[in-house]
């Protein structure tokens, strides 16, 4: 009886080879970008103790209430959890390896994370982030920095249609303040709140104001506004941010109702949305946490980041534009000697940095060149027992309207860049 066979969990995707290079394209260019503006790779371990999410994130967020996947160390009984965010971890290294001891850091990370939601296009249950920290900077021209340097991305990724959104949530103070205002008044509206409202009021009644709920946008819109209720630092530093986006010629809008849903954040937030995207629409979010060091037991130190969803950015990719590479050559071969002569062929053409797949199997030339064709090689290096014996290879343009030529192997390379050119 034929065994079962075993699939991967709901929401985590595999990444198959006609999708791989979009990943790498996408990669490549946020190292490019990130490096170009001096921050510095750093990489975590994919688990990390609870306790971490849970002091910096927030006991009362959906992340640590219901969205971790945790589990207990059989060895040593300690609670650990499959990281669900890059932030907390970066700055529990930074205080670990005392990173800013020197100095504040520019730093980036990318790699998968993990949050039991439900599945839906654009948002998994593992899905992967490339995230930017600046940590130890305090002027508000790091945000403005941050900005800038995901615009660049975008440009270099030719993505379009980009929405920047801001906001300012204050300090702790001005939030705790504001806090009681914003119970009071949903508490006067208790029978219009949904089932997560409800259990959100007296536990983290900001995030009521992020409700996408059809039902609830009326009664969120009348609600208190936080940006009503700052001072007058908070706002100095609100103006300043929008003043270094002015200057670098950035468009964008004040959202009073983005919060973001983890607690470390305070003073400016933001998210870049796409309106191709539907309703999982942030393809980058972020702002300033000055907090979260004292939250894990540091010094006071500021710190200012975003994360960038990938599989949300990658739906926004032109196909042409990230299409897989073809291959510059499929060598094709029919004969012993002509296997071997084939071989060294190819490896000859590799070293001189082309691409090359070497035919593997039986089959005559005209199935061979079929696959060379449906490989979208731009030639086909051919190789029989005349060739073998003349130490020449056949080269043959699959892509233009170009008569074949018999070549030394020596000369195979130039004929095929001179026929590029």
Known sequence: MRAERIQAIRGMNDVLPGQAHRWQAFEDAVRAVFEQYGYRQIRTPIVERTELF???????????????????????GDRLSLRPEGTAPTVRAALEHNLLHHGPQRLWYGGPLFRHERPQKGRYRQYHTFGAEALGFADPDIDVEMLVMARRLWRRLRIEGVELQLNTIGSALERRAFRERLVDYFERHADRLDEDARRRLHLNPLRILDSK??????????????????????RANFDAVQAGLQQAGIRYSLNPRLVRGLDYYNLTVFEWVAGALGAQNAICSGGRYDGLFEQLGGKPTPGCGFGIGVERTLLLLDDAAHAAPAPDAYVVRQGESAARHAARAAEALRDAGLAVVAHSGGGGFGAQLKRADASGARYAVIVGEEEAASNTVTVKPLRERVEQVRVELDAAIRVIRRMER
């Open 54 to 76: 849970v002091r910096g994130v927030g006991e009362a967020t959906d992340i640590v209430e219901k969205e971790m996947y945790s589990f207990v160390d059989a060895m040593n």
């Open 213 to 234: 709920h059809p039902a609830m946008q009326e009664l969120i819109e009348a609600a208190p506004r936080l940006i009503d209720s700052v001072g007058a630092a908070t």
